[in-house]
Nanobody, 126 residues
């Protein structure tokens, strides 16, 4: 069965770095774009980044594009999110999600993705 499992979250100080991982199984991995979202209590889940099925295209939300890097290793069925220069406002639960095609969607929103991991907590605090 389809499964997405995030890992790598934790507590870091402002300015620090984390690398999140998303391990996928149960589907043809390189046929699907994978996105990262984040959510804080009381707020909508927001898109962070997306990478196309073969890794040719990468998209970033404006608030992370200079600091975060998305990548994938299709031989390992893994997607990564390298997060640098972390800020307190990056604190959230981070989710990886499978897109509905090999391309990142035009509209980077929840409904453009069909499967989700359980999330991993990222906390930025001094």
């Amino acid at each position: 069965q389809l499964q997405l499992v995030e890992s790598g979250g934790g507590l870091v100080q402002p300015g620090g770095s984390l690398r999140l991982s998303c391990a996928a199984s149960g589907f043809t991995f390189d046929s699907y774009a994978i996105g990262w979202f984040r959510q804080v209590p009381g707020k909508d889940r927001e898109g962070v980044s997306c990478i196309s099925g073969r890794g040719r295209n990468r998209n970033y939300a404006d608030h992370v594009k200079d600091r975060f890097t998305i990548s994938r290793d299709n031989a390992k069925n893994m997607v990564y999110l390298q997060m640098n220069s972390l800020k307190s406002e990056d604190t959230a639960v981070y989710y990886c999600a499978r897109g509905r095609s090999t391309d990142c969607p035009w509209f980077f929103r929840e409904s453009s993705f069909d499967s989700w991991g359980q999330g991993t907590q990222v906390t930025i605090s001094s």
